[in-house]
């Protein structure tokens, strides 16, 4: 272990600063580990800024340098991993904080974003990913509609995850509440009763980008995001699992015990339709499923990881699951999918590998087969601590900054290289999550019963 991080031993060392939480790593592991802790903590925590909506809240990255955006999956993923043990009232104030942002923008898009085939959508007169103008997003802190399909039902695993961590009745019947509203207004123009599934690009995919085949078809921005909306993934519909298995037990706390069988009877009844629409004739799960009911001839790494750890599947399925024969594996860490889109010679979502999806698959391969991944995961991680080439717009500050060293977004899988945004908080809590795993920090830190990589009884 220390071999792989002892390339942090030629960085400069940190700088002073106010940790807001205590916990280290236990004194007998190696030094190079050491170093890796503390650059995540004074990373993670230099992402901490105050958030628009009131608090404090966890930027994607840059240590802060993003502007003040609320990103559904990095809100998801960061505290599934580690955020939600480590920092629960800063995730709390962002959790909240998201979904008034949520539902402060409804189905607004700007013109250009349109979402098509929902009669809720309100296209305004404004742009949002151009240079010169990010109105949308200065005004609402959030993506439009658009992007909401394939995340945003998430907020409900990290929130449920978090609460039987740390939560109230207040906070449960929040939860239960807020979920009501989001069912019945936002997620419910996604549900196809055909097939019992939701609509909605892969998680944390984006619409409009690389990771689909769409990119290079010759159709309009519009047409390509759209037709990355009009797909039905593994990935997403586990998310709502996971979700209606948060709202159950939300309604076992506030004694409505109708209300929790129902909502576990909508839970099952979907993973279901997942098993029956959603996986190749091997037991592999698909990347998506196309409109005419076509399954893309690719499996998705986080996709399998969520239906493993939703328990979407069990057992042998499970294994199967996992599609060991399909996607690839190195010192990059998972393909994020495979095979990639070779046509498309853009290196972001395709052909790459992203340090916290590698973590939630191996997460999901010790659940099923009670066997460690700690050096293949250690490995990936080791390999996305770099010192920045170039700084990346998105980071605040010059070179000289980074001599400490930084994680950074993703991985271009072929060539090993870590590559994106420096600081990036979805590789800090994949790191994280490897030192709770591995039972590394001082104190048994606890499990929820919505995230159990573990066999344990709660």
């Known amino acids: 272990m220390e071999k792989l991080f002892e390339k942090l031993h030629s960085f400069r060392p940190l700088p002073e600063f106010s940790k807001r939480q205590s916990l280290r790593l236990r004194k007998e592991l190696p030094s190079g580990l050491q170093k890796a802790w503390e650059l995540a903590v004074f990373e993670a925590e230099a992402n901490i800024k105050p958030c628009p909506y009131g608090g404090e809240y966890f930027t994607a990255g840059g240590r802060g340098g993003w502007y003040d955006m609320l990103f559904g999956q990095d809100t998801v993923a960061c505290g599934l991993l580690a955020f939600n043990r480590l920092y629960p009232e800063i995730m709390k104030n962002q959790i909240r904080s998201y979904v008034l942002a949520r539902l402060n923008i409804g189905f607004q898009c700007p013109e250009g974003w349109e979402l098509e085939n929902c009669d809720r959508a309100i296209a305004l007169h404004m742009n949002v990913w151009q240079p010169d103008s990010r109105e949308f997003c200065n005004r609402y802190h959030m993506s439009p509609a658009l992007n909401r399909t394939g995340q945003d039902v998430g907020w409900l695993w990290t929130a449920g995850d978090l609460f039987d961590l740390s939560g109230d009745r ?14 019945d207004y936002f997620y419910k123009p996604f549900y196809d009763e055909s097939d019992g599934l939701y609509f909605g690009q892969a ?25 990355a909306v009009q797909i039905k993934t593994p990935s997403v519909n586990a998310l709502y699992v996971r979700g209606m298995d948060v709202m159950a037990h939300a309604a076992e706390i506030l004694e409505k015990p109708q209300e929790a069988a129902a909502w576990r009877i909508r839970a099952n009844a979907l993973r279901k339709a997942i098993r029956d629409k959603l996986r190749h004739p091997d037991g592999t799960f698909a990347y998506f499923k196309y409109p005419d009911g076509r399954l893309e001839n690719r499996c998705e790494a986080l996709g399998a990881a969520y239906c493993i750890l939703a328990e979407v599947v069990t057992g042998e399925d ?29 290196i972001y979502h395709n052909r790459a590998a992203w340090p916290f999806a590698s973590t939630f698959y191996y997460m999901a391969k010790e659940k099923v087969t009670a066997e460690s991944c700690l050096e293949a995961d250690a490995r990936q991680l080791a390999n996305a601590i770099v010192i920045p080439k170039k700084l990346n717009a998105n ?58 990589y573990k066999e344990e009884t709660l």
């Open 170 to 183: 207040m906070d449960w019947a929040w939860l239960y509440g807020m979920g009501t509203i989001f069912f």
């Open 395 to 452: 980071a605040q500050g010059s070179l000289e900054d980074y001599q400490t060293g930084s994680f950074l977004e993703y991985v271009a899988f072929r060539e090993k290289e870590p590559r994106g945004t420096a600081a990036q908080c979805f590789t800090i809590s994949a790191f994280m999550n490897l030192c709770i795993r591995n039972g590394w920090l001082e104190g048994k830190i606890p499990q929820s019963r919505f995230l159990k």
């Open 203 to 227: 998680s944390f995919i984006d619409v409009g980008w690389n990771g689909y085949p769409f990119a290079l078809q010759g159709l309009s921005k519009q047409e390509e995001r759209n037709r």
């Open 318 to 346: 499970a294994r199967k699951a996992l599609a060991e024969e399909t996607l690839q594996f190195s010192d990059a860490g998972v393909s994020l999918f495979y095979p990639f889109y070779e046509e498309n010679p853009g």
